[in-house]
């Protein structure tokens, strides 16, 4: 079954630290979204991906780096943490954006 | 902008009452709309999606959304809901470059 997969689920880091959040997927999707959802906010895109070496800005981008080394995995990366980067975040794919996004299950991210 | 606005955070209905969540768009063409539904503690799915045709679109589990433009609205409804529909719900526009979601509201089904 196709499928999303992210890692860690749950993560604790110290303010400073480096962060390394993994999104598989089994979709053969070219597109690939990292958002992350805050009370009050819904959900914010940070970075976005058309296909394998490919990241683009979305509308909160500041203190978040993206990767995509290939059509399957996309990483988000906190070269710095910081307590405000404290939330869940979610990574999907898909094909386009009229069609259907498919999310993984999420990563609560603290920083101490 | 192009943005979607849901005016209500939260919203409680008995058990086999009848529901509608609100959803207003803000775009000047006509949109892409979707319906995602959150269950607790897991990701996100697609309950509905508009683009043009019959204004009333069907979703899973019994929901539809009505869209107007003359409203700019996406509403969101079903007949008689059940308590495992007690979920966040979230509005979301599709523009050319990516998927924009809503606030959400939460919705709690009381006995």
């Known amino acids: 079954e196709a499928a999303v997969t992210q890692s860690p689920r749950n993560k604790v880091a110290v303010t400073g630290g480096k962060v390394t959040l993994s999104c598989n997927q089994t979709n053969n999707h070219n597109n690939m979204y990292w958002y992350r959802q805050d009370t009050g906010h819904g959900l914010r895109l940070i970075h976005y991906s058309y296909g394998a070496g490919s990241t ?13 080394p290939s059509q399957e995995n996309f990483s988000l990366i906190l070269e710095l943490a910081t307590p405000s980067q404290t939330s869940v975040y979610f990574c999907a794919s898909g094909e386009g954006t009229i069609n259907t996004l498919y999310f993984g299950a999420g990563t609560r991210l603290s920083v101490l | 902008a192009q943005s979607v606005t849901q005016p209500d ?16 768009y803000s775009y ?34 019994g929901f539809e959304a009505e869209f107007s433009k003359s409203n700019s609205s996406f509403h969101l409804r079903k007949a008689s809901v059940h308590w495992s529909d007690s979920a966040v719900y979230f509005c979301v526009f599709g523009s050319g470059t990516y998927q924009r979601f809503g606030t959400g509201t939460k919705l709690q089904v009381v006995p």
């Open chain 2, 28 to 61: 000047s063409g006509t949109p892409y709309l979707f319906w995602y539904v959150q269950y607790p503690r897991q990701g996100l799915q697609l309950l509905l999606k508009y683009y043009s045709g019959d204004p009333v679109v069907q979703g899973v589990n």
């Open chain 1, 56 to 68: 683009e800005k979305g509308d909160i981008p500041d203190g978040y780096k993206a990767s995509r």
């Open chain 2, 9 to 24: 955070a939260r919203v409680t209905v008995s058990e086999g009452a009848s529901l509608q969540l609100r959803c207003k």
